[in-house]
Nanobody
Framework: QVRLRESGGGLVQAGGSLRLSCAAS????????MGWYRQAPGKERELVAT???????TYGDSVKGRFTMSRDIAKDTVYLQMNSLKPEDTATYLC?????????????WGQGTQVTVSS
């Protein structure tokens, strides 16, 4: 079993910044990739950013140039630096991890952290 613990969400004014963290723990051989997604009420889950074990990052079109995803290999933790936040960034931000173990690859999701951007 793998646990993902997100933190760093909160309330911020438009134009402000927040930094989210997601720490993975549990039983696995390695993590192949981790990602951030977000979901607002009444909307579909949306890709925010992903990062692979080779540090290749991808970003959703709506956050390119404003958000940066990074990782700390030693801590199995990823970060999402969010700058120039807009009210439309308001959502629950969820972390996922694609892990590999003796049972094969599996995708895990965290519980999410709320980000609210006021205008």
């Amino acid at each position: 079993q793998v646990r993902l613990r997100e933190s760093g969400g909160g309330l911020v004014q438009a134009g402000g910044s927040l930094r989210l963290s997601c720490a993975a723990s549990g039983s696995y051989t390695r993590i192949n990739a981790m990602g951030w997604y977000r979901q607002a009420p009444g909307k579909e889950r949306e890709l925010v950013a992903t990062i692979t074990s080779s540090d290749t990052t991808t970003y959703g079109d709506s956050v390119k140039g404003r958000f940066t995803m990074s990782r700390d290999i030693a801590k199995d933790t990823v970060y999402l630096q969010m700058n120039s936040l807009k009210p439309e960034d308001t959502a629950t931000y969820l972390c996922n991890a694609l892990t590999v173990s003796s049972f094969g690859p599996r995708l895990y999701w965290g519980q999410g952290t709320q980000v609210t951007v006021s205008s």
